[in-house]
Each structure stands twice: as structure tokens, then as C-alpha cells.
């Protein structure tokens, strides 16, 4: 990192800091929910972007960290910070689980697996009234003190999703994530170069899967409520195009995009109920135009013939 | 018959048929799926939205002609050649450019379509819930199985699962334009390089498979409500038939829709609450044993 990125993102983490001072309860909370979807998508980016693996069903991680936390707060008596380790480590185990069995099988095959396990996941979550509420979920969450106000959720969502970042961009950075990404560009070779494929694809899935239950928990901080719509395929779709849009070869891309489309949603469902047109509309846009997204583009037109975009080229 | 019914009860009998016509709707849908990804090789997420603007506009057409049963008639031979039509400008106004993209981002790409038809079917019939009524001739029920009353819509719809099923191998097997399509699915080079015109071939195998996604919306479309999101439920399941049958094998979507549906109705048997999940649990049973499906694919 150069001197002015690192001044660029102090800059930008004061103002995101100031912003509960100057802004409105609802952008505080539209700032939070942002913030925590910016997460889940990196997160799934870890293992899509870097890892090249086919993670269709994402939003099982992020529900069932959600559920974790929020089972955990209502049903056991133990301290609120049980709840926000559990809600990750749960999601972890799942990814864990997941992993192990569609591990074996390649690309779109992987995907449509992962695609069944994790509509068996929500299946049982919409179902099972007396443990997880059924189809209406769980609402008015019983928040600690600490963290009950917009106000300071947003802080604690910030100040969680700042350090999640910072940690994923150490693994991206570290032996593990150039192994990630040597295996994403050629698993055969890497094979061959003596790297254990399986095992680091897996460690890249229960990562993955830790911290997109970590932004499932700060849904719960912020907005009191869970719902089984959380685990369905469909929001997994929009945390793809979150990736795709923002870029999904840049760290921060997936972030920019969940702030676009999050954005983007809230306002024009201001205006009409036809969001979902809207959306479809931008994908297909940005599939024939942008294929390396936003950012992905921004880096390309920038510093091509200075620096190989991050990652390489697709 | 009795004394069978003494060992399984009539209502497993009963629960049987039930899930065959459910069989027939995912067959018939899943096996315009797995056509088009056998040929094309898009899987297609937007065949659900076919699936239901096909119950959508069967809903239109018995409305216009009074709601009679002559309606539901008229509306399976429109509705799904409607779908046809919708599917033939998709395909040539943007699936023709895009045969050799990355599945990713064709799945994504059909998503989107999916969106927006969605929103489509929203503003032009509106979010509430629409029925279609049973026709005339099959309304009412029959005495099956020790008196167990049995719908006769559903024995019409087991009846039309095979008929489709012989229809579609007639053409895959028996015509010129079946085996081109099917010797384009191996090696559509090659097929170019003889001469064909892959590019009109595969207009018709997608139009053909969307055809299907639209007769299956008619047939479903008196034993359910209408409504927004049957697409995002539908597509789902479509798509597990075809992944536990063999990716582009018909009788594989037909294995598919059978293990699928009976799971589904004997489920509810079992284990009223959560019936839904068993489905589900079979699919992934059939691909931890064989990853890559039941049959033979194309792929």
C-alpha cells in the first residue's frame, strides 16, 4: 500500500465515523446495513474472487450466523458476547460441514450441491416454528445496552467490519491467499507443485463462512430481527452481483458494489415497487459492458502497464 | 385390493398419485431445462419466469373467454406458444451472442432476465393472487383407493406426463432436426463444420425448451394460486432434477422429476412439519454417490 492509499482510507474512515454526528437515524442505519453487506460480499469473494470456487448459496452463512446470534440472545441466559462469537462460529462449522461434502465435486457441480444443502438449511429454518419462528422469523431482538441505539450500532457495526476487512486482507495477503489464488488460476499445477487443493480450498470456505456469520450478527445488532428469507437462494444471486459489479478481482470492489446496490435499492424502492426491474436491468448492463466491474475497471484504466490489477488478469 | 390395503394404507396409495401429478409439472418443465443445457448449455434460470407468465397468460385467456372450461383449452394451446414467442426474441435479440460465455456469468445473466420478467408479470397482472379454473370435463373428484376421494385434474395430468415424455423422445430420436440437436450438444463445431446452421438449430432447441416451460405453467396453474414468486420456487427444483438426472438427459430429468416428486408427497406422510425438506435430502444423497447424476450426461 502506498503512503496515499493509506492516507486516502484515513480520510475515509473519519468521515464514515463522523457520520452518525451529521446525518439522519435512517441514513445511519442505511450507513450499517451497507457496511455489514459490504462484509458478506468480500466474504464471499475471499472463495469467489481469490478462490475461484463456485459459492452459489452464500446467504446460508450469513443466515445462519444471523440465527446463531439471535438463538443464542433469546433462548440461553448467557452474556450478550457469547452470542456475537457463537453466531460466526456456527456459520464456520457450516461452511466446515458444507465444504467437506461438496468439496469433491468441480465448479457448477459444486455450486448445484451447495444449492441443495443449503435449500435443505432453509427449509428447516422455515419450518421449524418452535425453534427458529418459522416463516416469520424472529423480530424485536433484545439488544445489550451498549449497542441498542442506531447510533452505537453503527460504531460497533463499523468498527467490526474495519477489522473483519483488515483481517481478510492478511489472509488474502499472507503464503495461504497467493496459494488461494495459485490454485484458483491452475489447480492441476498446483496439485502437481505438492499444495493439498482440497484442504486449502476448504480452509478458504470455513473463512468465508466465519465472516459472513459475523455480518449475519451485526443484521441482528442492527436492525432486531431475523427472517427466513435470509437463507434463500435468491439473496445469494444479489451477493454474486454485489461482487460482480463492484469487481470482483479488487478487495474492495464487493464492498462498492453492496454500497451501490444497496443504495440504489433503497432509494428507488422510494419511488416504485419495481426494484427487482431495476436490479435486473443493472446486471445485464453491467454483464455485457462491465464484465470486471466498477473498481475492476477503474484499476485496469489507471495503472494498466504500471501494475497487473490485483489478482491478474481473468 | 383389500387386503393390500391392510398392509399399506390407502392414503399411501392416494399420496403416491398425488406426488406422480406433481411428477408430470417438474418433469415437463425440467425436461425444457435439461434441453437447453444439453444443447445450448445456458442454464437458463429465466425458464421459471416462462413457467409462470405461462400460468399467468392461461389465467388471461380463461378469463377473456368467460371462465369457462373451453378457456383452459384455448389456453394450453396459446400459452405456451406465447412463451415460444417471448423466448424466440430473447434468444435471437440476446442468448445467439452469448453460447460461449462462462456459465457464471450466464447464470447470472438469466437471473437478471429472471428479475425483470418478474417485475414484468408484476405490472401487467399485478401482485395478487389469481385461479384458474379446473375444466369443465375433469372437475370433481373419483373413489380411488378403498373410496379415498382422488381429483380427476390430477389423473388428467398423469395421463399428460407420458404423453409429453413419448412427444419429446419422438423428436429427439426420430427426427433429422432431434439428432442434429443432439450431435450439436457433443461437438457443435463439427455439426457447423458439415454444413449445418448450428446457429438455427439452436433457436429451435431453446424455443422448444421454453414451449415446455409454458405448458407447464398451464397444466400447474388449476391446482395452484397464481402468484408472484412460483418462479423462484419452481426454478429451484427444476434445476436439482436436472443436476440429479445427468445434465442434458431427458430421461434423466423424468428419473429426476420421480424421485423428486414421490419424496415430496410420501414426505408429507412421514413427517407432516417437515415434509418439504426430504426432496432435498434425496438430491443431495443421489450426488454424494454420483456427483455427476443419475444418467448418462450430455456434457
Redesign the interface.
Known amino acids: 500500500m502506498s503512503r496515499k492509499t493509506i492516507s486516502g482510507m484515513g480520510a475515509g474512515i473519519i468521515i464514515l465515523l463522523l457520520f452518525p454526528v451529521f446525518l439522519p437515524r435512517f441514513y445511519v442505519y442505511l450507513a450499517s446495513v451497507i457496511l455489514l453487506y459490504g462484509l458478506l460480499a468480500t466474504s464471499l469473494n475471499l472463495v469467489l474472487g481469490y478462490g475461484g470456487i ?1 459459492q ?1 448459496h452464500h446467504a446460508v452463512f450469513y443466515g445462519v450466523g444471523a440465527y446463531g446470534t439471535t438463538l443464542m440472545l433469546t433462548k440461553s441466559g448467557l452474556p450478550a458476547i457469547f452470542a456475537f462469537i457463537t453466531g460466526p462460529l456456527v456459520s464456520a462449522a457450516f461452511g466446515l460441514v458444507l465444504g467437506i ?1 461438496c468439496i ?2 468441480s ?3 459444486f455450486g ?2 451447495q ?3 443449503g ?2 438449511v432453509w ?2 429454518v ?3 416454528y418452535a425453534f427458529t419462528g418459522g416463516d416469520d422469523g424472529i423480530h424485536g431482538i433484545p439488544m445489550p445496552e451498549m449497542i441498542s441505539s442506531p447510533k452505537s450500532a453503527f460504531y460497533f457495526t463499523f468498527i467490526i467490519t474495519i477489522i473483519s476487512l483488515y483481517i481478510m486482507w492478511k489472509i488474502i495477503r499472507s503464503p495461504f491467499g497467493s496459494v488461494l489464488q495459485g490454485i484458483r488460476d491452475n489447480p492441476v499445477r498446483s496439485g502437481m507443485i505438492g499444495i493439498n487443493v482440497r484442504r486449502h480450498q476448504l480452509l478458504a470456505l470455513v473463512l468465508a463462512g466465519f465472516f459472513a456469520g459475523v455480518a449475519g450478527s451485526l443484521f441482528v445488532v442492527v436492525d432486531n430481527s431475523v427472517f427466513p428469507d435470509m437463507l ?3 439473496l445469494s ?1 444479489e451477493i ?2 454485489m461482487c ?1 459489479l463492484g469487481g470482483w478481482f479488487t478487495f474492495l470492489g464487493p464492498m462498492l458494489g453492496a454500497a451501490v446496490i444497496v443504495g440504489l435499492r433503497t432509494f428507488v424502492s422510494m419511488y416504485t ?2 426494484w ?2 431495476v ?3 443493472i ?2 448492463l453491467v ?1 455485457f459492458f462491465l ?1 470486471s466491474g466498477i473498481l475492476g475497471y477503474a484499476v485496469e484504466k489507471f495503472e494498466r502497464g504500471f501494475r497487473k490489477p490485483e489478482g491478474g488478469e481473468q | 385390493m383389500d387386503a393390500v390395503y391392510s398392509i399399506i394404507p390407502a392414503g399411501v396409495f392416494s399420496q403416491v398419485f398425488v406426488g406422480l401429478s406433481r411428477t408430470t409439472i417438474l418433469f415437463i418443465v425440467a425436461s425444457g431445462l435439461t434441453l437447453i443445457l444439453g444443447v445450448l448449455r445456458i442454464p437458463n434460470v429465466a425458464h421459471g419466469s416462462l413457467y409462470m407468465i405461462g400460468a399467468f397468460t392461461a389465467f388471461s385467456v380463461t378469463k377473456l373467454t368467460g371462465g369457462g372450461s373451453e378457456g383452459f383449452w384455448l389456453a394450453l394451446v396459446i400459452a405456451p406458444l406465447a412463451v415460444a414467442c417471448i423466448s424466440l426474441i430473447a434468444e435471437r435479440g440476446m442468448f445467439q451472442f452469448l453460447y460461449e460465455r462462462e456459465h457464471l456469468m450466464l447464470l447470472l445473466l438469466t437471473f437478471a432476465i429472471s428479475l425483470i420478467f418478474g417485475d414484468l408479470v408484476k405490472l401487467v397482472w399485478g401482485s395478487e393472487y389469481k385461479s384458474v379454473p379446473v375444466p369443465h370435463m375433469f372437475q370433481g373428484f373419483v373413489p380411488l383407493f378403498g373410496g379415498l376421494p382422488f381429483p380427476l385434474y390430477n389423473l388428467f395430468l398423469l395421463a399428460a406426463g407420458p404423453v409429453v415424455a413419448i412427444l419429446l423422445w419422438l423428436l429427439t430420436n426420430k427426427t433429422k432436426m432431434g439428432k442434429i440437436a443432439r450431435a450439436a450438444a457433443v461437438d457443435r463445431e463439427m455439426v457447423g463444420a458439415v454444413g449445418i446452421n448450428v446457429s438455427r438449430v439452436f433457436a429451435i432447441v431453446f424455443v422448444i425448451g421454453c414451449y415446455l416451460a409454458g405448458l407447464g405453467g398451464v397444466l400447474v396453474a388449476p391446482t395452484v394460486s397464481v402468484t408472484l414468486g412460483m418462479d423462484h420456487n419452481l426454478i429451484m427444483e427444476a434445476f436439482l432434477i436436472v443436476i440429479m438426472g445427468g445434465l442434458g438427459n431427458i430421461w434423466g430429468a423424468l428419473l429426476g422429476a420421480l424421485i423428486f416428486g414421490l419424496t415430496q408427497s410420501l414426505g408429507i406422510l412421514i413427517w407432516p412439519k417437515f415434509g418439504i425438506i426430504f426432496p432435498y435430502l434425496a438430491v443431495v444423497a443421489v450426488l454424494l454417490f454420483r456427483p455427476t447424476g443419475l444418467l448418462k450426461s450430455t456434457w
Open positions: 463456485f452459489f461434502i469433491r465435486l465448479r457448477l457441480y448445484m450441491l444449492i441443495s444443502l435449500s435443505l427449509a428447516i422455515y419450518r421449524w434463500f437462494w435468491t444471486m454474486v452481483i460482480l415497487v419495481y427487482a426491474l436490479l435486473g436491468i446486471m445485464v454483464i464484465p
